[in-house]
């Protein structure tokens, strides 16, 4: 989903994932496990544990993370790390490699810029 605007939206427990560059999928909460399956090959999973939210994906993706305050700190097994902030209801995305991107949502869906 890298380079595309994006937006999700949860219907009937399930989140329904449409990016600009024809990345869709979904993502469904079962037991406390978050199942993620993408058209692009890509699936996996997120499980959070009191406020750390562990993701491990099929392409090799592997890290986790932390919600301290309004800030949720991101650490990745590929050498990504960065910090989410939100203020109202907008996010900000910030990463070492100087990238960045926002989500706001608005009625229950929520809209990716520059993801």
């Keep these: 989903m890298a ?3 994006c937006n ?3 219907i009937g427990g399930t989140t329904y994932h449409n ?3 024809g990345t869709s999928g979904t993502s469904r909460t079962i037991g406390g496990t ?3 399956n993408f058209n692009d090959g890509t699936s996996g ?3 959070s544990i009191g406020n750390t939210t562990y993701h491990n994906l099929n392409n090799g993706v592997s890290g986790n993370s932390r919600s301290i305050g309004n800030t949720t700190y991101h650490n990745f097994d590929n050498g990504v790390s960065g910090n989410s902030r939100s203020i109202g209801n907008t996010t900000y995305h910030n990463y070492d490699d100087g ?3 926002t989500s706001r949502s608005i009625g229950g ?7």
Excluded: F, I, V
């Design 8 to 10: 999700s939206r949860n």
């Design 109 to 115: 869906t929520t809209y990716y810029n520059d993801w």
């Design 99 to 101: 990238s960045s991107s």
């Design 45 to 47: 999973s997120s499980r």
């Design 3 to 5: 380079n595309a605007n």
């Design 19 to 21: 990016c600009s560059d």
């Design 34 to 36: 978050t199942y993620h």
